[in-house]
Protein backbone atom coordinates (compact mmCIF):
# COMPACT_ATOMS: atom_id res chain seq x y z
CA UNK A 1 0.00 0.00 0.00
CA UNK A 2 1.38 3.44 -1.05
CA UNK A 3 2.79 5.82 1.79
CA UNK A 4 3.87 8.38 -0.68
CA UNK A 5 5.56 11.74 0.38
CA UNK A 6 4.84 14.48 -1.22
CA UNK A 7 4.98 17.42 1.34
CA UNK A 8 7.36 17.97 3.76
CA UNK A 9 5.23 18.49 7.09
CA UNK A 10 6.45 18.86 10.58
CA UNK A 11 4.26 17.35 13.26
CA UNK A 12 3.85 17.65 16.94
CA UNK A 13 4.35 14.27 18.87
CA UNK A 14 0.54 14.40 19.87
CA UNK A 15 0.03 14.51 16.06
CA UNK A 16 2.41 12.07 15.24
CA UNK A 17 0.84 9.51 18.02
CA UNK A 18 -2.75 10.22 16.52
CA UNK A 19 -1.64 9.64 12.88
CA UNK A 20 0.00 6.00 13.98
CA UNK A 21 -3.62 5.07 15.83
CA UNK A 22 -5.26 5.90 12.91
CA UNK A 23 -2.86 3.66 10.95
CA UNK A 24 -3.65 1.17 13.61
CA UNK A 25 -7.90 1.47 12.89
CA UNK A 26 -7.28 1.49 9.65
CA UNK A 27 -5.25 -1.66 9.16
CA UNK A 28 -7.12 -3.28 11.40
CA UNK A 29 -10.08 -2.84 9.30
CA UNK A 30 -8.93 -3.50 5.92
CA UNK A 31 -7.93 -6.96 7.36
CA UNK A 32 -11.33 -7.76 7.76
CA UNK A 33 -11.88 -6.82 3.68
CA UNK A 34 -13.47 -3.26 4.83
CA UNK A 35 -12.70 0.20 3.37
CA UNK A 36 -13.29 3.14 5.61
CA UNK A 37 -14.89 6.32 5.29
CA UNK A 38 -13.54 9.54 6.29
CA UNK A 39 -16.27 9.86 9.19
CA UNK A 40 -16.24 5.81 9.81
CA UNK A 41 -12.31 6.28 10.97
CA UNK A 42 -13.12 9.73 13.29
CA UNK A 43 -16.01 7.17 14.94
CA UNK A 44 -13.82 4.48 15.52
CA UNK A 45 -11.23 6.61 16.97
CA UNK A 46 -13.86 8.39 19.31
CA UNK A 47 -15.56 5.06 20.24
CA UNK A 48 -12.37 4.04 21.63
CA UNK A 49 -11.60 7.34 23.24
CA UNK A 50 -8.37 8.56 21.61
CA UNK A 51 -10.36 12.09 20.36
CA UNK A 52 -13.64 13.94 21.81
CA UNK A 53 -16.98 13.93 19.74
CA UNK A 54 -17.65 17.26 18.42
CA UNK A 55 -17.62 19.00 15.14
CA UNK A 56 -14.20 20.83 15.56
CA UNK A 57 -12.40 17.20 16.11
CA UNK A 58 -14.67 16.09 13.02
CA UNK A 59 -12.57 18.89 10.95
CA UNK A 60 -9.15 18.73 12.85
CA UNK A 61 -8.54 14.56 12.58
CA UNK A 62 -10.00 15.18 8.53
CA UNK A 63 -7.03 17.59 8.26
CA UNK A 64 -4.54 15.98 10.16
CA UNK A 65 -5.17 12.93 7.44
CA UNK A 66 -4.79 14.60 4.83
CA UNK A 67 -1.33 16.07 5.81
CA UNK A 68 -0.43 12.77 6.95
CA UNK A 69 -1.34 11.38 3.46
CA UNK A 70 0.69 14.43 2.02
CA UNK A 71 3.86 13.65 4.65
CA UNK A 72 3.83 9.62 3.71
CA UNK A 73 2.99 9.19 6.72
CA UNK A 74 -0.95 7.47 6.41
CA UNK A 75 -1.50 4.83 3.58
CA UNK A 76 -3.40 6.84 0.45
CA UNK A 77 -5.70 3.70 0.07
CA UNK A 78 -6.54 3.98 3.95
CA UNK A 79 -9.59 6.26 3.78
CA UNK A 80 -12.28 5.76 0.47
CA UNK A 81 -14.24 8.81 -0.70
CA UNK A 82 -17.57 7.08 -1.48
CA UNK A 83 -19.21 9.79 -3.32
CA UNK A 84 -16.77 10.85 -6.07
CA UNK A 85 -15.54 8.22 -8.47
CA UNK A 86 -14.46 7.70 -12.01
CA UNK A 87 -16.27 5.76 -14.59
CA UNK A 88 -15.39 3.68 -17.83
CA UNK A 89 -15.89 0.85 -20.21
CA UNK A 90 -14.87 -2.31 -19.09
CA UNK A 91 -12.11 -3.39 -21.70
CA UNK A 92 -10.09 -6.84 -22.52
CA UNK A 93 -7.64 -8.20 -24.27
CA UNK A 94 -9.19 -10.76 -26.33
CA UNK A 95 -12.05 -12.53 -27.01
CA UNK A 96 -11.68 -15.45 -24.53
CA UNK A 97 -11.53 -13.18 -21.93
CA UNK A 98 -14.78 -11.97 -22.03
CA UNK A 99 -16.02 -15.16 -21.99
CA UNK A 100 -13.71 -15.60 -18.39
CA UNK A 101 -15.15 -12.43 -17.41
CA UNK A 102 -18.77 -14.07 -18.26
CA UNK A 103 -18.17 -17.11 -16.29
CA UNK A 104 -17.49 -14.73 -13.21
CA UNK A 105 -20.28 -12.54 -13.86
CA UNK A 106 -22.48 -15.12 -14.91
CA UNK A 107 -25.72 -15.70 -11.70
CA UNK A 108 -28.80 -16.82 -11.18
CA UNK A 109 -31.69 -14.94 -9.60
CA UNK A 110 -31.14 -16.47 -6.02
CA UNK A 111 -34.39 -15.24 -4.76
CA UNK A 112 -36.41 -17.47 -8.03
CA UNK A 113 -39.22 -19.22 -6.48
CA UNK A 114 -38.82 -17.92 -2.82
CA UNK A 115 -41.73 -16.89 -1.07
CA UNK A 116 -40.21 -13.45 0.39
CA UNK A 117 -38.91 -10.64 -1.62
CA UNK A 118 -36.20 -8.47 0.15
CA UNK A 119 -34.13 -5.38 -0.87
CA UNK A 120 -31.82 -3.57 2.16
CA UNK A 121 -32.20 -0.01 2.14
CA UNK A 122 -29.45 2.46 3.69
CA UNK A 123 -29.84 5.87 4.62
CA UNK A 124 -26.42 7.58 3.94
CA UNK A 125 -24.40 6.94 0.83
CA UNK A 126 -21.38 6.72 2.50
CA UNK A 127 -22.37 3.58 4.25
CA UNK A 128 -23.33 1.31 0.78
CA UNK A 129 -20.26 -0.46 -0.06
CA UNK A 130 -20.26 -1.60 3.88
CA UNK A 131 -23.86 -2.20 3.01
CA UNK A 132 -23.15 -4.13 -0.44
CA UNK A 133 -20.30 -6.37 0.77
CA UNK A 134 -23.40 -7.92 3.00
CA UNK A 135 -25.72 -7.76 0.53
CA UNK A 136 -23.63 -9.28 -2.65
CA UNK A 137 -23.20 -12.76 -1.19
CA UNK A 138 -26.83 -12.89 -0.61
CA UNK A 139 -27.61 -11.93 -3.86
CA UNK A 140 -29.76 -9.12 -2.13
CA UNK A 141 -30.66 -5.60 -4.22
CA UNK A 142 -29.24 -3.07 -1.83
CA UNK A 143 -30.62 1.01 -2.14
CA UNK A 144 -28.64 4.27 -0.74
CA UNK A 145 -31.92 6.53 0.22
CA UNK A 146 -29.54 9.40 0.08
CA UNK A 147 -31.58 11.39 2.68
CA UNK A 148 -35.20 11.03 2.23
CA UNK A 149 -36.07 9.46 -0.78
CA UNK A 150 -37.20 11.04 -3.73
CA UNK A 151 -40.21 11.02 -4.76
CA UNK A 152 -38.69 9.49 -8.39
CA UNK A 153 -37.22 6.74 -6.99
CA UNK A 154 -40.01 5.73 -4.26
CA UNK A 155 -42.62 5.68 -7.06
CA UNK A 156 -40.33 3.61 -8.95
CA UNK A 157 -39.44 1.66 -6.54
CA UNK A 158 -42.97 1.09 -5.65
CA UNK A 159 -43.56 -0.38 -9.16
CA UNK A 160 -40.77 -2.99 -8.93
CA UNK A 161 -42.72 -4.01 -5.56
CA UNK A 162 -46.10 -4.08 -6.85
CA UNK A 163 -44.35 -6.45 -9.58
CA UNK A 164 -43.71 -9.35 -6.94
CA UNK A 165 -47.32 -9.55 -5.42
CA UNK A 166 -47.13 -13.22 -6.42
CA UNK A 167 -45.21 -13.81 -3.13
CA UNK A 168 -46.35 -14.47 0.41
CA UNK A 169 -44.32 -11.28 1.42
CA UNK A 170 -41.92 -8.22 0.48
CA UNK A 171 -39.81 -6.96 2.49
CA UNK A 172 -37.23 -3.41 3.33
CA UNK A 173 -34.42 -3.98 5.33
CA UNK A 174 -33.81 -0.59 6.24
CA UNK A 175 -31.05 0.85 8.01
CA UNK A 176 -30.41 4.87 9.50
CA UNK A 177 -29.40 7.10 11.90
CA UNK A 178 -30.70 7.18 15.24
CA UNK A 179 -31.73 10.83 15.28
CA UNK A 180 -34.98 13.20 14.26
CA UNK A 181 -34.74 12.24 10.57
CA UNK A 182 -33.16 8.86 10.60
CA UNK A 183 -35.98 7.85 12.56
CA UNK A 184 -38.64 9.39 10.52
CA UNK A 185 -37.31 7.94 7.30
CA UNK A 186 -38.51 4.89 8.22
CA UNK A 187 -42.51 5.71 8.84
CA UNK A 188 -42.22 7.92 5.11
CA UNK A 189 -40.51 5.16 3.50
CA UNK A 190 -43.74 2.71 4.21
CA UNK A 191 -46.62 5.69 3.94
CA UNK A 192 -44.88 6.73 0.28
CA UNK A 193 -45.24 2.94 -1.01
CA UNK A 194 -48.07 2.47 0.68
CA UNK A 195 -49.55 5.91 -1.45
CA UNK A 196 -48.31 4.38 -4.20
CA UNK A 197 -49.93 0.99 -3.97
CA UNK A 198 -47.19 -1.03 -2.91
CA UNK A 199 -47.89 -3.86 -0.09
CA UNK A 200 -44.44 -3.60 1.47
CA UNK A 201 -43.26 -4.27 5.20
CA UNK A 202 -40.21 -1.48 5.90
CA UNK A 203 -38.61 -3.21 8.84
CA UNK A 204 -35.86 -1.04 10.35
CA UNK A 205 -33.01 -2.87 11.95
CA UNK A 206 -30.75 -0.15 12.80
CA UNK A 207 -29.89 2.01 14.40
CA UNK A 208 -32.14 1.40 17.70
CA UNK A 209 -32.01 1.84 20.83
CA UNK A 210 -31.19 -1.83 21.66
CA UNK A 211 -28.36 -1.52 19.76
CA UNK A 212 -27.15 1.71 21.02
CA UNK A 213 -27.19 0.04 24.78
CA UNK A 214 -25.17 -3.30 23.68
CA UNK A 215 -22.39 -1.46 20.99
CA UNK A 216 -22.21 2.15 22.98
CA UNK A 217 -21.20 4.30 20.04
CA UNK A 218 -20.49 7.99 20.79
CA UNK A 219 -23.43 10.28 21.08
CA UNK A 220 -24.48 13.61 19.32
CA UNK A 221 -26.38 16.26 20.48
CA UNK A 222 -29.91 16.02 18.91
CA UNK A 223 -30.37 18.36 16.42
CA UNK A 224 -32.90 20.51 17.63
CA UNK A 225 -33.49 22.83 14.09
CA UNK A 226 -34.30 19.57 12.87
CA UNK A 227 -38.72 20.11 13.12
CA UNK A 228 -39.24 16.33 14.07
CA UNK A 229 -36.61 17.07 17.31
CA UNK A 230 -39.35 18.04 20.20
CA UNK A 231 -40.96 14.51 19.12
CA UNK A 232 -37.96 12.69 19.32
CA UNK A 233 -36.51 14.43 22.78
CA UNK A 234 -39.53 13.60 24.15
CA UNK A 235 -39.53 10.05 23.36
CA UNK A 236 -35.50 9.59 23.39
CA UNK A 237 -33.62 12.38 25.24
CA UNK A 238 -31.27 14.96 23.69
CA UNK A 239 -28.48 12.83 22.26
CA UNK A 240 -28.80 11.03 18.95
CA UNK A 241 -26.40 8.17 17.06
CA UNK A 242 -24.84 8.06 13.91
CA UNK A 243 -25.30 4.16 11.76
CA UNK A 244 -21.71 4.85 10.86
CA UNK A 245 -20.42 4.42 14.62
CA UNK A 246 -21.30 0.98 14.67
CA UNK A 247 -18.49 -1.06 13.33
CA UNK A 248 -18.97 -2.64 9.48
CA UNK A 249 -19.19 -6.16 10.54
CA UNK A 250 -21.68 -5.20 13.04
CA UNK A 251 -23.60 -4.07 10.02
CA UNK A 252 -22.85 -7.02 8.01
CA UNK A 253 -24.13 -9.23 10.36
CA UNK A 254 -27.31 -7.60 10.77
CA UNK A 255 -27.72 -7.95 7.38
CA UNK A 256 -26.77 -11.31 7.21
CA UNK A 257 -28.95 -12.57 9.51
CA UNK A 258 -32.05 -10.74 8.79
CA UNK A 259 -31.98 -11.64 5.03
CA UNK A 260 -31.15 -15.32 5.70
CA UNK A 261 -34.33 -15.60 8.31
CA UNK A 262 -36.34 -14.41 5.21
CA UNK A 263 -35.01 -17.24 2.77
CA UNK A 264 -35.65 -20.39 1.91
CA UNK A 265 -32.46 -22.43 2.29
CA UNK A 266 -33.61 -24.96 0.28
CA UNK A 267 -34.64 -23.34 -2.58
CA UNK A 268 -31.22 -20.90 -2.78
CA UNK A 269 -28.98 -24.11 -2.33
CA UNK A 270 -30.91 -25.24 -5.32
CA UNK A 271 -30.26 -22.02 -7.56
CA UNK A 272 -26.59 -22.39 -6.42
CA UNK A 273 -26.35 -25.64 -7.96
CA UNK A 274 -27.43 -24.60 -11.74
CA UNK A 275 -25.70 -21.70 -10.61
CA UNK A 276 -22.19 -23.66 -11.03
CA UNK A 277 -23.11 -25.91 -13.68
CA UNK A 278 -23.54 -23.08 -15.58
CA UNK A 279 -20.18 -21.73 -14.82
CA UNK A 280 -18.68 -24.90 -15.97
CA UNK A 281 -19.89 -24.97 -18.80
CA UNK A 282 -18.46 -21.46 -19.76
CA UNK A 283 -15.64 -22.39 -17.86
CA UNK A 284 -15.57 -24.89 -20.85
CA UNK A 285 -15.84 -23.02 -23.51
CA UNK A 286 -13.50 -20.43 -22.34
CA UNK A 287 -11.03 -23.32 -22.14
CA UNK A 288 -11.51 -24.54 -25.73
CA UNK A 289 -12.37 -21.63 -27.46
CA UNK A 290 -9.52 -21.61 -30.04
CA UNK A 291 -11.06 -24.69 -31.04
CA UNK A 292 -14.93 -23.91 -30.88
CA UNK A 293 -13.93 -21.04 -32.79
CA UNK A 294 -11.88 -23.11 -35.83
CA UNK A 295 -14.99 -25.29 -35.85
CA UNK A 296 -17.34 -22.51 -36.27
CA UNK A 297 -15.27 -21.46 -39.21
CA UNK A 298 -14.97 -24.72 -40.62
CA UNK A 299 -19.20 -24.72 -40.68
CA UNK A 300 -19.25 -21.20 -42.85
Not at 101 to 117: C, E, T
Request: aromatic share 10%.
Amino acid sequence: MPKIEYKSIKFQQKSLELINLVNQVVEEYQAQGYELTLRQAYYQLVARGYIPNNERSYKNIGNLINDGRLAGLIDWHSITDRTRNLRSNSHWDNPADVIASARYSYLLNKWDGQPNYVEVWVEKDALVDIVGQACRPLDTPYFSCRGYTSQSEMWSAAQRFISQDYRDNRVIIHLGDHDPSGIDMTRDIQERLQMFGADVYVKRVALTMNQIGTYNPPPNPAKITDSRASKYIDEYGNESWELDALEPQVITDLITNEVTALRNDEIYRSVCDSEERGKDELKMIERNYDKAVAFLESEE
